[in-house]
């Protein structure tokens, strides 16, 4: 378990080092070759309204300026992350093929003021495959932020804000090797300022700030495939993460010392500060699924097999809390089992959640922890 604990560290920071990278690249393109943009890059970079006119030098087609303007807010988003911790969730493997197979139908937008930090990195264990401008493409992660339309602004996500953006980090395939030939990034808005909203709906509001660049109707029906794909199982992770019995623990807590001493100034290239998400439940599940989850041999049923105890698909369920049922709060329900007679009499059927205290300290006084808020009584049912 520690072996296989520690080779996925290593590897979600070799995954994070990488969007790191690239998107360091992208800035020091901007900054050297499109001096223009700095202004609106500083804004774009610490969460504040984008107030500046850029004046773009002759040459320059309209597509051309939305293009760069675009890279500047994928790289004003990772500058945010990285202001505020470099908070990285580090999610299991066996947990993360759960969420990306969870349903959910109408989402309470409100629930995503209770996402434990601030402007959060989520590393894929295994990537999600899409298709991209024609092309085969792999989803390695993406970040989160906060967003305002008037005036327009990419924010912190304890700030106040209209709805929660991603921003996708998606790899490139060539179509003969399938080696990865170049990475690409998507923006997108999600309306989490409404009370409550459909994954069609969301995937109709990310689109819409994207019409201007559709020139064919095929482009339109491709683009909104895409932002299915995406916002989709995003979708379930992300309340996933604000459910009140998610699987989260923090990394060890390093107690301060006793003596007064001045604060040093927080290194900029420091490293990613991981979160496991999903590392008790994962194992367990994927544990009782090795034992249970086979086809025996029967009788009484005309194909001469019935099938094994197995689990269904995990989905999110609102349930009512506190005095008179008038709070509401959401939990993701486990996989639950089916023919549970047939399991073996030492086989744990792993039906619930074991609650993991989540850890509300943060070891070096500057990483993006938010605040612990309580389930708002009022959210609809």
Known sequence: MMNSRHSRALKSRDISETFVEELTSRESDLRRN?????????????????????TPPPGLTVA?????IDIASHVGIYRMWARRGRVTYDLNEHLAA?????????????????????????????PWPVRYKGSDGLVRGFYLYGY??????QTYTD????????????????????????????????????????????VDFA????????????????????????????????????????????????????AKKRRRPVAKNRDPFFVEVGWRVGPALHAARRVAGRIQEGDGIPSGVQQAPHQRCGHFRRFRIGRARQGVTT???????????????????????????????????????????RPEAGLAA
């Open 98 to 126: 759960e969420l990306y197979r969870s349903t959910s139908d109408t989402l309470p937008g409100s629930i995503f003021s209770h996402l434990p930090h601030i402007n959060p990195l989520i590393v894929l264990p295994d």
């Open 331 to 373: 939990r993701w329900v486990m996989p639950y089992w089916v023919r549970l007679e047939l399991l073996a009499d030492d086989t744990d059927p792993i039906t619930t959640v074991v609650p993991v205290d989540e850890q509300r300290h943060d070891p070096l006084r500057r990483r993006g922890l938010k605040n612990r808020r």
């Open 34 to 54: 499109h001096l223009w943009l700095a202004p609106k890059l500083d804004q774009l970079s610490t969460g504040r309204p984008v107030t500046l006119r850029h």
């Open 148 to 153: 305002n339309q008037v005036p327009e602004q």
């Open 207 to 258: 689109a819409a700030r994207a019409e201007a660049h559709w020139s064919r109707a095929r482009d339109k029906r491709a683009a909104y495939a895409l932002f299915e794909e995406l916002l989709r199982p995003a979708l379930s992770v992300l309340i996933y993460l604000c459910c009140d019995n998610r699987d989260l623990a923090e990394p060890p807590v390093v107690k301060p010392s006793k």
């Open 159 to 202: 700030e106040d804000i209209e709805g929660l953006g991603l921003l996708f980090v998606i790899d490139l395939l060539d179509e003969e090797t399938w080696e990865v030939r170049g990475q690409t990034h998507i923006r997108m808005n999600i309306p989490t300022g409404l009370e409550k909203f459909t994954v069609a709906q969301a």
């Open 64 to 68: 051309e300026q939305a293009d760069l």
